[in-house]
T-cell receptor, first 112, second 114 residues
Framework: DQQVKQNSPSLSVQEGRISILNCDYT??????FLWYKKYPAEGPTFLIS?????DKNEDGRFTVFLNKSAKHLSLHIVPSQPGDSAVYFC???????????FGQGTTLQVKP | DGGITQSPKYLFRKEGQNVTLSCEQN?????MYWYRQDPGQGLRLIYY???????QKGDIAEGYSVSREKKESFPLTVTSAQKNPTAFYLC?????????????FGSGTRLTVV
């Protein structure tokens, strides 16, 4: 049972354009969501988070949007830079159970 | 510097042997987690612990065991019962069992069973 789904395994965008990474979830117990970035053979690094009581959180070039009725969230990166090329994971978390679930990841390639 | 240390980075074992992966943190975090990554499957939760001397199974706990005798340490044992142990293993920790402020991950251990 994949509780957090990232249906696009890969995404390629041109430098300077917007990157939009999507994530769907099925578990209504999630009350917060995180986005992490991962390079090969390294641990993931934290990017941005959002509480389920909000619909938007912005941090510099990164913005996360949450649509609770659709159980969908997205990460926008504007403008995209070649250094953003990595695997991006969407995570759903429950403060009640302490459980944190990863999506499958989306590989973003930003072309110069 | 505070952080999570996973050792070793690469580990080779013969089939049928148990192997223990180390995870140590000096962040004073209460919660710790173990994940496994396989190609094309993202990271899957093996075990997690919200407090010392307590832990819960994740989605793929079969063939694995853990202990949490100290706050700083959460070792994972891959037993011979695990059918496909070759994978990349990640350990993580957080302040509490759930937080908006992110989780800290180790750099991972790549286990290869031959």
């Amino acid at each position: 049972d994949q509780q957090v789904k990232q249906n696009s395994p890969s995404l390629s965008v041109q430098e300077g354009r917007i990157s939009i990474l999507n994530c769907d979830y099925t578990n209504s117990m999630f009350d917060y969501f995180l986005w992490y970035k991962k390079y090969p053979a390294e641990g993931p690094t934290f990017l941005i988070s959002i509480s389920s009581i909000k619909d938007k959180n912005e941090d510099g070039r990164f913005t996360v949007f949450l649509n609770k009725s659709a159980k969908h969230l997205s990460l926008h990166i504007v403008p995209s830079q070649p250094g953003d090329s990595a695997v991006y994971f969407c995570l759903g978390g429950s403060s009640n159970t302490g459980k944190l679930i990863f999506g499958q990841g989306t590989t973003l390639q930003v072309k110069p | 510097d505070g952080g999570i240390t996973q050792s070793p980075k690469y580990l080779f074992r013969k089939e049928g042997q148990n192997v223990t992966l180390s995870c140590e943190q000096n962040l004073n975090h209460d919660a710790m987690y173990w994940y496994r990554q396989d190609p094309g499957q993202g990271l899957r939760l093996i075990y997690y612990s919200q407090i010392v001397n307590d832990f819960q199974k994740g989605d793929i706990a079969e063939g694995y065991s853990v202990s949490r005798e100290k706050k700083e340490s959460f070792p994972l044992t891959v037993t011979s019962a695990q059918k496909n142990p070759t994978a990349f293993y990640l350990c993580a920790s957080s302040i509490t069992g759930g937080t908006l402020y992110g989780y800290t991950f180790g750099s991972g251990t790549r286990l290869t069973v031959v």
